[in-house]
């Protein structure tokens, strides 16, 4: 009877360039609408940070042209220090919000999750479309912040209060710029809302028969379980958003106390908690460093049981550690706030959870390191980026085993040493996880695979380069070098320089390299050669429809599922492997 | 649940009410999408819960961070108001028995269950209204969103709850103009969602008006 009703409402493919390509409400365009914002955003936001590591190291050399970007900020070519912060908190916010975000759970979550349950579609296409499209519109309003009088705010990605709310007074880009700011992030968290709804209630009710939940594939559980905290964090965002908007805009006092004074003029607000501004906005942040790392996870876990082919020693485990560290990223929002003046007591209380959260992130290693003990693995660009984010991973995070107590934090809180921490293990390695995904998924997206040669020439040169630029920065912070200063000059940290300048060219070399990939994208999308169907021999529903999927997904059959996810090195059976839609039996 | 999800009525497209396909429309067939527009519109609420939690939460803080916090009497409009929203609940369950009734789309229970809509929309407008009329007697007090941090929560609290009313509204004014000729996988899934959104309003009202009376 399904089938039969099924055929009388399978419909023409949509018709129009705009209904195809721009207003689309198709997951698999939406999803590289997504993937194409984040590259816009990636490229952006590398360049912000060439410019500031090169005025790290010459602060006086003059960059040619860059006046143009802004005549207060770089006169003559040369930054000053207020628009470094201007620069720095572009990076910031471009990268956790608009790439972090973006890339891993909304581009290929919304390409691949309708697809690897068994749908057609997300539950609610219209949403998805406004979704994306509300996300555009955040990017420009950011973006915005550039194109005003005096640019984009200096208060970093967590634009904390006091200075963040009072306006004009505390800086340069912290009147229109810091409005716009907060206006981006707020339409930012609407738009993110609306796609966690549409990911948990396609999840829920959309699975094709037989496709039970410990069916899925580890990287829908890791795009499902990233939805639940993304729904929770960005609802609460939005209200401190809306309050810090407030607060700048009509005169309220939420987040300014009394008496207090910026730029010689007293602010003519009283009583607010500027710490409440950090509760609120850590309570989003902590649980968006796994919204930026789940995803990453899940794709990598995906593509090395494939190049193993064999499966993990345990793929529930692998959910349940996901799950965990998903409920655990509620209850450590506290340790960013070590340094804050926070009653030291809560300091304690927030280090034993986030002391905690290293259980499951150790249990997860252990299982992708076991089950690679003894595995011939396929050494090819996507398995390299895979494994590249395991080692990115785990250098990054020992060292929150330092930051997680508050004895030590203190000291290390304002230096390098976190900066080198939080690039490592949220934004190397989950970077690392999308291009591994990208070399991985290309092929089904675009119909052509990418270049195997340029792949992995591209992944050598990103692996070593990203540890040339992050390792250091821990070396100095444990020596005292402070974070957020635009340059160093005339101080203790005069014997740092070489350090800084090896960092800064090793940056701009890796930054370089990422032109190969670049290049690789564009040529192998019409010079590549044609992807099969199921070019790695792969076991899920993505490889059951050809290279890219039609329109509706399936060709309007409907896929049934016998089968857990992972079906490699099975005796007896015809490949080494067993579809998850094949009635073959598993037992041999 | 879970043996629903399979074996159960498999509702055809029906995002957003679009349960009549033409040639010019994306239709494609979701097996299960009158079921997730019931998940969705739950978890739905519950980011909303979360978003007015961390308002409520804000409250606690901003209370406790300096003396300025003093009582601000509620106007009376508020209760009355109160009284419309729980009464347009009323009338959206009689529209709900209304049509649900009927399992075929019979014109006379459809007329039946679009007036007592038509009440549930009317009131919804007098709860905006009301909630409108009890800014202006706040204003007339000189009690405005930046006086002090009681009137300033009053206000964004007011005016977060109402914007969500009012997408209630919008939702309903759909519902209403497609009722009508609408499928039962319409009438499971949009209707009985705006529903259940509807009377989430009530209870967020509920919540909100005891928050603000205990500690505004």
Redesign the interface.
Known sequence: MEEASAQAHVHAPPEGFLRKYVFSLDHKVIGKQYYALALLAVSMGMALSWLMRFHLVWPTTRIPGLELLSKAGAPGGVITPEYYLSLLTMHGTLMVFFVLTNAPFAAFGNYFLPIQIGAEDMAFPRFNMVSFWTTLVAFLVLILAFAVPDGPPISGWTSYAPLSAVGKDAGPGMGWGMNLWGISIAIFCIGSLLGALNFIATTLDLRAKGMTLMRMPICTWAWFITSCIALLAFAVLLPACILLILDRTAGTSFFIPSGLVVSDRLQPHSGGSPLLWQHLFWFFGHPEVYIAILPSMGIVSHILINSMRKPLLSARVIIYSMMSIGFLSWMVWGHHMFVSGMNPFSSLLFSFPTLTITIPATIMTLIWLGSLYGANIRINAASLFALGFISMFVSGGVSGFFLAQPSIDIVLHATYFVVGHFHMVMGVASIFGVFAGTYFWFGKMTGRMMNETLGQLHFWLTFIGTYCIFMPFHYLGLVGNVRRYSAFVNDFTGPLMPLHKFITIAALGTGAAQLIFIFNLIYSRYKGAPAPENPWNGTTLEWSVPSPPPWNNFGGKHPVIYHDPYQYDVKGSKGDYIMQDSPESSAG | MSST??ESV?M??T??GDSK?S???????????G???R??IW??I???T???A??T??IF??Q?????WTHIVLPPILYGNTLALLLSSATLQMARRAIAATPAAESRAIRNGLSWLTATLALGFVFIGGQYEAWRQLAAQGLY??TN?NS?FYY?LTA?HGLHVLAGIAALVFVMSRIAVSSTAFRKSTFEATATYWHFMGVLWLYLLLVLRTKL
Not at chain 2, 25 to 33: I, P
Not at chain 2, 64 to 68: C, L, N, P, Q, W
């Open positions: 999800i399979y498999r055809p497209p995002d957003l396909p040639s010019a429309r994306v239709t494609k067939v979701l097996y299960g999408a079921e997730a527009s998940s969705g978890v739905g519950f980011a909303i979360m978003s007015f961390a308002f939460s804000a803080v901003r406790g961070s300096a003396a300025d969103l930046a941090p300033s964004v977060m």
